[in-house]
């Protein structure tokens, strides 16, 4: 008999029922045996440690801006960003069997779904918003526990997942609320061929600091200006070491393979102190 084949792992932050875990299935498909995480640094660990063979992280979303502690382990972690995704976020309120919503007197989620969910939560002034370190999490907490004056916010797959019932759906207070994720690879592995439909053109991330002299910035872009590249994101973080100095993540349209792309790379690179390219991928 063959030997069996190691299903294809991919670790994320949260418990099952994560947005990132629907951002994993999107990417890699339904079948992907996911390995929930506590902590975002733990997922870079998994795989750097060889524990997975993916991972999937939330990068930025609409309404509450960039994830910084994940721009910050995209740097000190040699893995690369192959794919990206973007999910709505569809925010239910979610208790356990046979609890009615005028039982509800505390609702449990991570601080963000919280802070999405205002309206709602304003125009039900007796329930009580609790935060807690997992949308998802919340969800099997309250399953677990049994509460029956309590609610989650969270996924509609955490409440299939965990059997809990949804009182009322959709409770965001935006629905243009979506957040993109990374799909990251080590850069030792071959390449995936995923499960989500690659749309036209290739984006480039990468990172970069300048020397601490007036129009620095203003150069080191002048590299993509002058070649027509379209920046689609650029995010400033401290350079840990160095007060009142930052690193400049950014995103652009096009492929490491471009020679227009090329030349500007290695312009970039006679101004700055540190590149790096953190991945080319389909946009």
């Known amino acids: 008999m063959p030997p069996k084949t190691k299903p294809f792992q991919a670790a994320f932050q949260g418990e099952l029922g ?8 999107r990417l890699l498909g339904p ?10 640094e733990e997922v870079f660990q998994s ?14 979303n609409t309404l509450h801006g ?43 989620s991570h601080p963000v779904a919280l802070n999405q969910c205002l ?4 125009a039900n002034p007796q329930v009580e918003r609790v935060p807690f370190y997992d949308t998802a999490g919340s969800v099997k907490m309250v399953m677990e526990d049994g509460l029956k004056d309590a609610a989650a916010i969270a996924s509609a797959v955490s409440a299939t997942i965990y059997g809990a019932h949804i009182l009322k759906r959709s409770i965001e207070d935006d629905r243009q609320n979506f957040t993109r994720f ?3 690879r080590r850069s030792d592995q071959p390449e995936l061929k995923l499960e989500e439909p690659a749309k036209k053109g290739w984006k480039t991330s990468l990172v970069f600091s300048t020397r601490n002299q007036p129009g620095s910035l203003f150069k080191a872009l002048s590299a993509f200006a002058l070649r027509d590249l379209s920046l ?21 349209l096009g492929s490491v393979e471009e020679e227009r792309v090329k030349k500007a790379l290695g312009h970039l690179q006679e101004l700055a102190d540190l590149l790096r390219v953190l991945g080319c991928y389909r946009a």
């Open 18 to 25: 994560a947005f990132s875990q629907e951002a994993a299935m």
């Open 31 to 40: 079948e992907v045996h996911v390995q929930p995480c506590q902590r975002f």
């Open 47 to 60: 795989l750097r440690d060889g524990k997975v063979d993916a991972a999937v992280i939330p990068i930025e």
């Open 66 to 108: 960039s994830v910084h502690e994940n721009y910050d382990h995209l740097l000190h972690f040699d893995h690369k960003i192959v794919a990206e995704t973007s999910v709505r976020i569809v925010h239910n309120l979610i208790a356990p069997p046979g609890v009615r919503f005028k039982d509800i007197r505390r609702t449990f």
């Open 119 to 122: 309206h709602f939560l304003a």
């Open 182 to 184: 990374f799909l990251l």
């Open 232 to 252: 689609t994101k650029i995010e400033s973080r401290p350079l840990r070491g160095k007060p009142w100095e930052y690193l400049f993540y950014v995103d652009f």
